[in-house]
């Protein structure tokens, strides 16, 4: 795989634009191509703001999800090019992993990583998977792996990726309300643009009633109500199932076994309305 090392963070703004202006057939294969941005350190005055949205504790430590967003400006660079098969503008965010091998800090300065691979049909249209490697003084310190859907031609053979845990059937632990702004607040914290999340009429031009909330925004937020171990060493995974459209509010399901906690959002007016099911197990 060839290797093009950037010289500074690209602009999420016009990416998302360029994707959205993007015309004419894209390739039927992933570009052999990895990008690389190093000596990549942690703005503290973004942290806090990410922290504070997300509900995790003000300090130097990195939520576990928090390299995500650094990383996701060279996801999106990647799948915005001409080379990429799938438009980066409507991607909807179907599954993420997180690995965090040591606790990482703000004074940590970090090389990141960023290929694409796993290109496959699915029932409702092609995915693929963007993995994120993070590296600090050349030793691998923490690694995702998020898992994308463009929708399209439905392929309704295409086997279905993994098992996810079941729901837990606790009572609710929490309820959350959550604020039509929402999707633009975490954007302006996370750069993550994508038009499904601005604005309801932006969002109705890409297939969805409203709104929706970033996917990435509830599986933070789920960590943060698991406390502080989930920054430490240790492997989440999250299924993202139904849309959270804004405004809406949820209930929070957790479950602890031995080694690990399973956890959900479900709507409070339709149990059957899982929006998130989520697996953590420390080191």
């Not at 940590?108 to 290109?119: F, I, N, P, Q």
């Not at 050349?138 to 079941?166: C, I, K």
């Not at 943060?224 to 804004?246: D, N």
Request: charged residues 20%.
């Amino acid at each position: 795989m060839a290797t093009e090392t950037l010289s500074e963070a690209p602009r999420l703004g016009p990416i998302f634009l360029r994707s959205a202006l993007a015309r004419g057939p894209r390739p039927r294969t992933l570009p052999n191509t990895r990008l690389v941005l190093s000596d990549q350190g942690v703005d503290r005055a973004r942290l806090a703001d990410y922290q504070r949205l997300c509900g995790f504790p003000l300090g130097d430590t990195l939520p576990a999800t928090y390299p995500h967003i650094l990383g996701f400006a060279l996801q999106a660079e990647l799948m915005a090019r001409r080379d990429f098969p799938l438009p980066l503008a409507g991607l909807v965010h179907l599954a993420n992993s997180i690995t965090v091998h040591r606790r990482l800090t703000a004074q940590d300065v970090l090389t990141l990583t960023v290929y694409a691979e796993a290109l496959a049909e699915h029932p409702k249209g092609r995915t693929v998977d963007l993995v994120t490697l993070v590296d600090v003084d050349g030793h691998r310190v923490w690694e995702g792996r998020s898992t994308y859907l463009a929708r399209g031609t439905p392929h309704p053979d295409a086997p279905t990726r993994g098992e996810r845990p079941g729901i837990p059937r606790s009572p609710a632990a929490a309820h959350w309300r959550l604020a039509g702004d929402l999707g633009r607040r975490y954007a302006a914290v996370s750069g993550d643009v994508n038009p499904i999340h601005l604005h309801p009429l932006t969002a109705k031009l890409l297939g969805f009633p409203r709104m929706i909330a970033h996917g990435m925004w509830s599986y933070a937020r789920v960590l943060a109500a698991l406390g502080p171990l989930t920054s430490g060493p240790g492997t989440s995974q999250v299924w993202f199932l139904k849309p959270i459209y804004l405004p809406s509010s949820v209930d929070v399901l957790i479950a602890k076994d031995a080694g690990h906690i399973t956890a959900a959002l479900r709507s409070p007016r339709s149990h059957d309305t899982v929006h998130l099911v989520l697996r953590h197990e420390r080191a």
